[in-house]
């Protein structure tokens, strides 16, 4: 992005801030403040009636229901009511208008230094899953365009050894190995390229493909990787180490590791999850996590989330945040510790509220009241040893991406750094 158009942008953010505070000013004075406090009481209680909802059954979760819908639609109606809808939706368009022109105009990180490919593979192995993705692989008709790229390919069946397949192709003289599949048999083959000095080429034929997000693929292309092999260049990222296993992109701890041990919740997620909750949230077997980032403890965590490398922002499954670099060495770390009604309520002040702890570190200790912790590493389920120390492993693993990918001129991971937006604004 050339110089002008970030400064443009940043002038455009500031203004845009401006506005979203000036409107509510103009429009009602100093009873702004009155109209802003009815907004955080109505998320307060919808935050209230997500916590009954997720936390308890029967009455209480219908009640929860009900609020967390009334709730924000009671404060809606009172602003129409006095004439303070229009105002306050104008304030909200702008504040957004304002976070993403602040985040589009700073230049993007880059996810790792970038080194020239000198010749390509002469053996380049790709291992298929094609079952990922809803059967990406015969959907974008990914074997034969491998193959014609000289590729030799192997289809995983149900159940196979996945590493011992990426193992045995090192031994039969592989020189590159590549994964179409999910990011959790990505994270498999990353293992043995590390371990053997081999690239490793991802294709995103997963469901939703978190990794090659990070690398700047083109997601809904996944051929478009293949142009790795003859216009590609070679960065070198991190892993992350749970215990032995490595994950290329999270390792999670505590209540959202306990459902997907459930064997029903692949085939039915949302009922898995609301039947198990209240009891992993609230009940005598309710997992309670401890944790040491470096020289930072905490403790009586519902959840813990572990990434190789830290999130841009908050962690969501339908929309992920973005990691801003994959190569700097540190973990990133978010804690949840909701216990009560009353700290779901003060989740609206984010992390002042001692709900959502963030932190980075190069090494983190997990540990709980028991002999065993369940842990989904990258959307897989496996039992680890307590205490589970989590590492990252810089510079481990040669990733090669094509020279040209879309993604390497996005910022979504980038957080709306106000100093550095109105330094760039005033032309500094």
Known sequence: MRREDSAGRARLAVLAL???????????????MLWALAGIAGLALAAVGVWWTLAHTGVLRALGTALSVTAPVAVLALYATFGMLGPALLSLGLWLLAVTAART??????????????????????????????????????????RTAGCRVALLDAGQDVAGLARQAVAEGADLLAVAGGDGTQALVAEVAARHDLPFVVIPAGTRNHFALDLGLDRDDPAAALEALTDGVELSIDLGYAADRVFVNNASFGTYASVVTDPAYRDAKTRTTLRSLPGLLTGED????RTRADQTYVDGLQALLVSNNPYGRAVDAAHPGRRKRLDSGLLGVVCVRVANTAQAARMVRGPRSGGLIRLNAGEV???????????????????????????????????RVPRRRPGT????????????????????
């Open 18 to 32: 401006l506005g979203s505070v000036l409107v509510p000013l103009v429009a009602a004075g100093l009873h702004s």
């Open 105 to 146: 105009a700073l230049t993007p990180a880059h996810t790792a230094s970038e080194k020239a490919v000198a010749e390509a593979p002469k053996a380049p192995w790709v291992l298929m899953n094609p079952r990922s993705g809803g059967g990406k692989v015969g959907r974008f008709d990914l074997v034969d365009k491998a």
């Open 286 to 289: 309710a997992p309670r996590l």
């Open 365 to 399: 200790v997990i540990e709980a009241d028991t002999d065993t912790l369940p842990v989904g590493i990258d959307g897989e389920h496996v039992v680890l040893p307590s205490p589970v120390v989590c590492r990252s492993a810089p510079g481990a693993l040669r990733v």
């Open 409 to 428: 001129s996005r910022a979504d991971g980038a957080t709306a750094d106000w100093p550095r937006v109105a330094r760039l604004a005033l032309g500094r």
